[in-house]
């Protein structure tokens, strides 16, 4: 299916895509774009896996830049990574907890773990499965920050309506038409202190976390 651009509003860039090539990716001429203005502080709206989010770098004046956007001091950002190198960067966890991970990443399940800067603290971290979001990450060369648009959107990921919304607040917008309806948002779990807490069920059900959790376990706690 041929892919198209369309650009350019006021203050922002939009990118309308049709669908996936079969690879899964997107145009290089959007990736590039959309990294370059990552890289300059700006903030984008774009498709995770089965959500849009706002996204950014992972930096103070992103994500104050977010918290005005979305009016909230208190919400807690999600990373996004795409190896498992960048986790070891951001984390730390057991071997039974690593090996876990690479059971269910890259998907739609968010985990809190430790901080690796510090054990006492929590970071909820995600490695989606889409491969154009791991391109990004890759250019970016650092984790993103994330928050799902739903906290400020009209209740609708309708193309028309994600353009009214953030059109002029956000530096960039990336539509894949095939990707606007509404879906389950991504699995939230904890597993900071070892064991496993599902915190809210979404894409990935709570049986199948819990079959990959004690997959070569018979403890409670990994």
């Known amino acids: ?35 370059h203005i990552l890289l300059q502080n700006g903030i984008v709206v774009l498709p995770v896996d089965s959500q849009y989010e706002i996204v950014g770098m992972s930096n103070s004046i992103v994500e104050q830049k977010i918290r005005n956007l979305i009016k909230s001091r208190s919400k807690k950002f999600v990373r996004l990574i795409a190896s498992f190198k960048m986790l070891e960067s951001l984390a730390t966890v057991s071997k039974l907890q690593y090996d876990f991970l690479h059971r269910i990443w890259p998907g739609e399940v968010t985990v809190i773990v430790p901080q690796r800067q510090n054990a006492d603290k929590e970071i909820a971290l995600r490695y989606p499965k889409t491969k154009f979001v791991h391109e990004i990450i890759e250019r970016t060369g650092l984790p993103l920050i994330a928050v799902n648009i739903m906290h400020i959107t009209r209740g609708s990921t309708q193309q028309q309506n994600i353009i009214l919304d953030f059109q002029k607040k956000v530096e960039a917008i990336v539509i894949i038409e095939e990707l606007c309806k509404r879906h389950p948002r991504p699995t939230l779990i904890n597993i900071a202190n070892g064991k496993l807490k599902i915190i809210r069920v ?21």
Do not use: A, H, P, T
């Not at 041929?2 to 990118?15: A, G, H, L, P, T």
């Not at 979404?202 to 990994?222: A, N, P, R, T, W």
């Open 202 to 222: 979404g894409k990935v059900s709570s049986e199948e976390i819990q079959s990959y959790f004690y997959l070569g376990s018979s403890d409670e706690e990994i």
């Open 1 to 35: 299916m041929m892919q198209f651009v369309e650009s350019r509003c006021k203050n922002d860039d939009i990118f309308i895509i049709k669908k996936f090539k079969k690879d899964g990716s997107i145009d290089s001429e959007v990736i590039n774009r959309v990294s």
